[in-house]
């Protein structure tokens, strides 16, 4: 995987991030842009999570375009409680995207980022792909994924994840009819199971819709 530094701006000033690119001059089929955990908690573009999504995404033909939210590494600002950072990850997309296809993800904190932002560009702009991972749903409103993208989202979580129980996951899954994939013992960070969560990923990439 071939990566690059981007020099990218949002609401709240500097955005640092790096994108990934297919090595052999392999052609491009999208962009994916990842969003990462917490920013309060640790969470950062390079959280072994969001690398490991972004190599699938690299594998599966996108560029993966991972960055830091306000306030976290180089990037300008201050957290926002999740309100100025969908729209930082709104504005990477915008930067990035040059009417390419647009795939979103995210992990944790930054799952329930993807949704807002995903709830915003749905319909505005040519969505293939939404993936979900460690979805905080008891911490934060995760938006409803619209009901024709639903298909198009992958929803990842682990079995004994202790900071987003798997049940609360369920409990906003269900109205939508949304599955969910469990990694069966699997927790927050999937320590062990990094494989098995890129591989997931790489067959969902592969799903044509």
Known sequence: MQTQSLDL???????EAVRGL?????????????AHPHPLHGGTMDNKVVQTLARAFVGAGFAAVRFNFRGVGASQGRYDEGRGEVQDMLAVV????GG???AVAGFSFGAFVASRALEQLWGSGPVTHAVLVGTAATHFDVATVPEAARERTLVIHGEHDDVVPLAAVLDWARPQLLPVTV?????????G????????VARHLQATF
């Open 100 to 102: 390419a296809p647009i």
């Open 9 to 15: 701006t949002g609401p709240a000033g500097a955005i």
């Open 94 to 97: 915008r930067q990035v995207a």
């Open 22 to 34: 297919p090595g052999g001059g392999a052609a491009v089929r999208g962009v994916a842009v990842i």
């Open 193 to 200: 199971q990094l494989p098995l969560l890129k591989s997931l």
């Open 183 to 191: 990694v069966p013992g699997g927790e927050h960070f999937f320590h």
